[in-house]
Nanobody, 120 residues
Framework: QVQLVESGGGLVQPGGPLRPPCAALGSTFSLYAMGWYRQAPGKQRELVAVITGGGTTNYADSVKGRFTISRDNAKNTVYLQMNSLKPEDTAVYYC??????????????WGQGTQVTVSS
């Protein structure tokens, strides 16, 4: 059973940085794609950034140039470096691990989420 634990959210002023980690317990972490998603009040959950087991990354247009996803396989942890934060980045941020199960469809695991609030 895979468990994901996010932390490091909080209140930050506009323009400030934040770097929440997501620790994966009980998995062969290095093999799996990891992603950060977010959900603002009244909105659907949306992709923020993903990183494959090989290190390939992809970002939502709204965060390109400001956010960086990275992983430390030795620590089973994925990070989201968020710079130049804007009030519209305010949301609950969720970590997701995708576990391939061929020939079955892949299985997704989600963390409990961490609140990020950007406000002065």
């Amino acid at each position: 059973q895979v468990q994901l634990v996010e932390s490091g959210g909080g209140l930050v002023q506009p323009g400030g940085p934040l770097r929440p980690p997501c620790a994966a317990l009980g998995s062969t972490f290095s093999l799996y794609a990891m992603g950060w998603y977010r959900q603002a009040p009244g909105k659907q959950r949306e992709l923020v950034a993903v990183i494959t087991g090989g290190g390939t990354t992809n970002y939502a247009d709204s965060v390109k140039g400001r956010f960086t996803i990275s992983r430390d396989n030795a620590k089973n942890t994925v990070y989201l470096q968020m710079n130049s934060l804007k009030p519209e980045d305010t949301a609950v941020y969720y970590c997701k691990l995708t576990q391939p199960l061929p020939p079955l469809p892949p299985r997704d695991y989600w963390g409990q989420g961490t609140q990020v609030t950007v406000s002065s």
